[in-house]
């Protein structure tokens, strides 16, 4: 199985600040990578999919970069809306696997 | 407008059977990739099973021989039927459309919670 290895877990930050967010995959997935926020008692939500490509409607302030084993979803200008938890999930194969989590909460 | 409604949720002792339902509009059921994945309580994101529009199904370890998804095509419906339920599967269940034939979760139904206990 590809274990997904997200960092940090836990992200304080201040609106208007520049958030990064890593994914490490166990192994070389390609770009086979996307991005959910979830909010709480929320169902998640597609953000990015093969690493780099913004979901319809999702704002440009979100970015995913990266390939093979090593990601990264960056918020350039954190907005209210945005304190969340957010999951990397591969797409490689099977069984398909999520990342633990980052909550990004308010300094 | 996609929109997916799971039901069927509820508490049920260990051992027991449940039938989760994710009833879908704006798109045809039996033409798309779909896939349930769950939630235990405060904890993150477990894929559990994905159907193929051609009818190919997968399952993860942690439920395989337990649980079939399937389709009613009738009721524009998917079906995840779950025996032998244990504490642990314990967990809001969400149904999801995959993203043109990947293995992406684009579309998320708001989520049905499965409490197994005695």
């Known amino acids: 199985d590809i274990q997904m290895t997200q960092s940090p877990s836990f992200v304080s930050a201040s609106v208007g600040d520049r958030v990064t967010i890593t994914c490490q995959a166990s192994?070389?997935?390609?770009?086979?990578l996307a991005w959910y926020q979830q909010k709480p008692g929320k169902a998640p939500k597609l953000l990015i999919y093969t690493a780099s490509t913004l979901q319809s409607g999702v704002p440009s302030r979100f970015s995913g970069s990266g390939s093979g084993t090593d990601f990264t979803l960056t918020i350039s200008s954190l907005q209210p809306e945005d304190f969340a938890t957010y999951y990397c999930q591969q797409a490689n194969s099977f069984p398909l696997t999520f990342g633990g989590g980052t909550k990004v909460e308010i300094k | 407008e996609v929109q997916l409604v799971e039901s069927g949720g509820g508490l049920v002792q260990p051992g027991g059977s449940l039938r989760l339902s994710c009833a879908a509009s704006g798109f045809t059921v039996s033409s798309t990739y779909m896939g349930w994945v769950r939630q235990a309580p405060g904890r993150g994101l477990e894929w559990v099973s994905v159907?193929?529009?051609?009818?190919?199904?997968y399952f993860a370890d942690s439920v395989k021989g337990r649980i079939t998804i399937s389709r009613d095509n009738s009721k524009n419906t998917l079906i995840l039927q779950m025996n032998s339920l244990r504490v642990e599967d314990t967990a809001v269940y969400y149904c999801?459309?995959?993203?043109?034939?990947?293995?992406?979760?684009?579309?998320w139904g708001q989520g049905t919670l499965v409490t197994v206990s005695s």
């Open positions: 999801a459309t995959m993203y043109s034939s990947s293995w992406f979760f684009d579309y």
């Open positions: 159907i193929y529009s051609g009818g190919n199904t």
């Open positions: 192994q070389g997935i390609a770009r086979w």
